[in-house]
């Protein structure tokens, strides 16, 4: 099931990395990224990166000891 989920989300990265114009004409820019400087095109391919990204992290188990060596400290784990 997860390999279906991490497909999915790669569909979708891939998609809003793509398609940004689609998205910018549709979605609307965003005020906080055209304020820094950073521009709305470049924040739309920035997350559909960091989709891709955790959906790798996620299948190949690394997601989990990552999240548990950054807040395993806050439960008591690590």
């Known amino acids: 099931m997860k390999y279906i989920i991490a497909l999915l ?41 960091a989709i891709i990204l955790i959906a790798l992290l996620g299948v190949s188990g690394i997601l989990g000891n990552m999240i548990l060596g950054i807040f395993g400290r806050l439960f008591g784990v690590a």
């Open 9 to 49: 989300a790669i569909a979708v990265g891939s998609i809003l990395i793509i398609y940004t114009e689609w998205f910018i004409q549709n979605f609307g820019t965003s005020s906080w990224a055209e304020a820094k400087g950073i521009g709305s095109r470049f924040l739309y391919k920035l997350i559909g990166l």
